[in-house]
């Protein structure tokens, strides 16, 4: 079964970073477009930051200019660095294939608080 493993969350005052890293053992993600997704309570899960695999990138306007999706293709890892977090950005981190077609993995925890 293809699973997925976010990890990289935390408790992070306002104006901070983290870097989000997502690792399978199944998914070549150099072959696949792949996002971040996100999910806040009582809020629907939402895309944050895709990057396909010819490396073109896109993000949701609430997170532009302060969110960067990368990828290390000899590692098979797709990072999410987060700078200037704000509370807004709580929430629960995902990272799957676009429209989630992937089984969704348990997900990083991010929590933006003073």
């Known amino acids: 079964q293809v699973q997925l493993v976010e990890s990289g969350g935390g408790l992070v005052q306002p104006g901070g970073s983290l870097e989000l890293s997502c690792a399978s053992s199944r998914i070549i993600f150099s072959m696949n477009d792949m996002g971040w997704y996100r999910q806040a309570p009582g809020k629907e899960r939402e895309l944050v930051a895709h990057?396909?695999?010819?490396?073109?990138?896109f993000y949701a306007d609430d997170v532009k200019g302060r969110f960067t999706i990368s990828r290390d293709n000899a590692k098979n890892i797709v990072y999410l660095r987060m700078n200037s977090l704000e509370s807004d950005d709580s929430a629960i981190y995902y990272c799957?294939?676009?429209?989630?077609?992937?089984?969704w993995g348990q997900g990083t925890q991010v929590t933006v608080s003073s």
């Open positions: 799957n294939k676009p429209f989630g077609r992937l089984p």
């Open positions: 990057i396909t695999t010819g490396g073109s990138t």
